[in-house]
Nanobody, 123 residues
């Protein structure tokens, strides 16, 4: 699976962004899709993940109520809607895919990664 993330940008605090992750590969629907984020010098941290067509979703506690993950299997695209953004949400956001992973928030379980898209939130 190859992943291409997009949709990042500069937004004011309180604003919203929609990130997209387009996948290639025949078995896209079999993968768990996740979003992580990272700042320089820090570990890549879990944001959200989705199993199948959405029957199971998980969110980082810091993002609950402000983020929604979804996917359109026909378009082979996973979305991350970010709302009520805060300056501390500034990071490079990565989409990732894993097959058969049991711990959705486990970064090391994901085998495929997109290139990342920068989100900058100004105060």
């Amino acid at each position: 699976v190859q992943l291409q993330a997009s949709g990042g940008g500069l937004v004011q605090a309180g604003g919203s962004l929609r990130l997209s992750c387009v996948a290639s590969g025949r078995t896209y629907t079999n993968y768990v899709m996740g979003w992580f984020r990272q700042n320089p010098g820090k570990e890549r941290e879990f944001v959200a993940a989705l199993v199948g067509s959405g029957r199971r979703k998980e969110y980082a506690d810091s993002m609950k109520g402000r983020v929604t993950i979804s996917r359109d299997n026909a378009k082979m695209t996973t979305y991350l809607d970010l709302n009520m953004l805060r300056p501390e949400d500034t990071a490079v956001y990565y989409c990732a895919a894993c097959y058969g992973c049991s711990v959705l928030a486990g970064r090391t379980q994901y085998s495929y990664w997109g290139q990342g898209t920068q989100v900058t939130v100004s105060s």
